[in-house]
Nanobody, 123 residues
Framework: QVQLVESGGGLVQAGGSLRLSCAAS????????MGWFRQAPGKEREFVAG????????YYSDSVKGRFTISRDNAKNTVYLQMNSLKPEDTAVYYC????????????????WGQGTQVTVSS
């Protein structure tokens, strides 16, 4: 079992920045790839960013590429999502997820999920 706890969400003005954190426990952190997803009201959960077990490989959705950065600190069992140049359309609940396989961009490729953290970007 893996437990994931997100933090760092909040209210920010458009153009601002936030850094989300996701602390993992319960299993060797380097056993799994990590991802961030988000879900806005009335919309499906969508992929945001992913990182391999080492963090050496990262990938992003087109909507956040160049603005968001995923990273992980395996010594701290934590994955981060640095979000810059935020836009009102980034408003959503953000979830981190762990994959015992190689991760990916689909919801079904992840095995464990955090409870989510709200990010609200005002215009």
């Amino acid at each position: 079992q893996v437990q994931l706890v997100e933090s760092g969400g909040g209210l920010v003005q458009a153009g601002g920045s936030l850094r989300l954190s996701c602390a993992a426990s319960g299993r060797t952190f380097t056993s799994y790839a990590m991802g961030w997803f988000r879900q806005a009201p009335g919309k499906e959960r969508e992929f945001v960013a992913g990182a391999s077990w080492s963090g050496g490989s990262t990938y992003y959705s087109d909507s956040v590429k160049g603005r968001f950065t995923i990273s992980r600190d395996n010594a701290k069992n934590t994955v981060y999502l640095q979000m810059n140049s935020l836009k009102p359309e980034d408003t959503a609940v953000y979830y981190c997820a762990a994959s015992l396989d190689y991760g990916g961009i689909y919801y079904s490729q992840y095995d464990y999920w955090g409870q989510g953290t709200q990010v609200t970007v005002s215009s």
